[in-house]
């Protein structure tokens, strides 16, 4: 006579099975960490998001308790290294140092290997970086006011650090907004586009100040307008861009990711890491010095954030028949 399970017993097995699922999907390990965590950064040692990322590691190391390991992974304008942390055990010892570009804007303009609200859960953001409308040092234009005036009496043009990048984007999106025309010049990168600035080829630019800066040091490059909706205490005085062209913002993020799957509680040690790295005054001076606002967030915030953007940037890109 076959076994009749009772709805009792039912029950509780499918209890079970769901528990050994969870199990193996990413529980909490009340060891983590017991290794090495590594920290992905896609893009090459010495650039901007490097800088940022190893400014967290020796406070995250602390606080965790293990050694904080930082890896380039570059190519393809941030995809391969988020494409590698994404395919990577959900365990929590391997993680994205992750910014506006590979996470909100690649996917808006060309297919890549993954999908940043499936295959990532956001741990904390870590410091937020406004571009900035730039001009030549010997420009006469000293605002955005004279700047659009200038821009609808005769051809001008915008640098970027290439085609489909933030800098491009915001530049459309000035564009928009403002109604007038520029000639977008892509360059192959943030120090292509300094030299061009510096060689006199450029009318204007969005950067951001931790690129700029040194060139604004060196006389070759001044700031007009901030793109946050207020004045920052990043680049104090400066005006925003939005006092004249109302709506207007535009500000790259930088923060941490981990592969979908990793366990509430070790994304809840994760934060708690860097939020406690964020608030050193040892970070928010070195930020500060490179014009770089330390900001951690909760996962919560971080995704909305992230929502937010690319809806944005998929309008700008989408309108502007903009492609890598």
Do not use: C
Not at 15 to 33: I, K, N, Q, R
Not at 135 to 157: C, G, H, T, W, Y
Request: charged residues 20%; glycine residues 10%.
């Amino acid at each position: 006579m076959p076994h009749v399970v009772g709805p009792l017993a039912l029950r509780a097995l499918v209890v079970s099975f769901a528990a050994l699922a969870m199990s193996s999907a990413g529980a909490a390990d009340p060891s983590y960490p017991s290794k090495p965590i590594h920290i992905v950064v896609p893009y090459p040692a010495g650039g901007a998001t490097d800088q940022l990322a190893r400014a967290i590691e020796k406070s995250m190391s602390e606080t965790l308790g293990q050694p904080i390991v930082i890896e380039n992974k570059a190519g393809a304008g941030g995809a391969i290294g988020m494409d590698a942390v994404a395919r990577s055990a959900p365990d929590g010892y391997t993680l994205a140092f992750g910014n506006s570009g590979p996470n909100s804007i690649v996917g808006q303009i060309r297919k890549v290997p993954y999908d940043t609200l499936k295959d990532f859960r956001m741990i904390s953001m870590v410091a937020k970086v406004p571009m900035v409308l730039a001009l030549p040092a010997s420009s006469p234009i000293s605002n955005v006011k004279e700047f659009i005036v200038a821009a609808r009496q005769k051809d001008m043009n915008y640098g970027s650090v290439g085609n489909g990048s933030i800098s491009n984007l915001t530049g459309e999106y000035f564009k928009d907004l403002a109604g007038i025309k520029l000639l977008h010049i892509p360059y192959s990168g943030g120090a292509p586009l300094m030299q061009a600035f510096g060689g006199g080829q450029l009318d204007s630019a969005f950067v951001t100040g931790l690129d700029g800066a040194s060139m604004v040091s060196a006389g070759k490059l001044k700031y007009i307008a901030v793109a946050t909706p207020k004045p920052t205490e990043v680049l104090p005085g400066l005006p925003t861009v939005a006092a004249d062209v109302p709506g207007f913002e535009s500000i790259a993020w930088f923060g941490l990711l981990a592969p979908k799957g990793v366990s509430d509680d070790i994304i809840a040690r994760l934060n708690a890491a860097v939020v406690k790295a964020v608030a050193t005054p040892e970070v928010r001076k070195l930020f500060a010095d490179r014009n770089v606002e330390a900001e951690s967030s909760t996962p919560e915030e971080m995704e909305r954030i992230t929502r937010d953007e690319m809806k944005k940037w998929g309008g700008v890109s989408s309108k502007n028949s903009i492609k890598e």
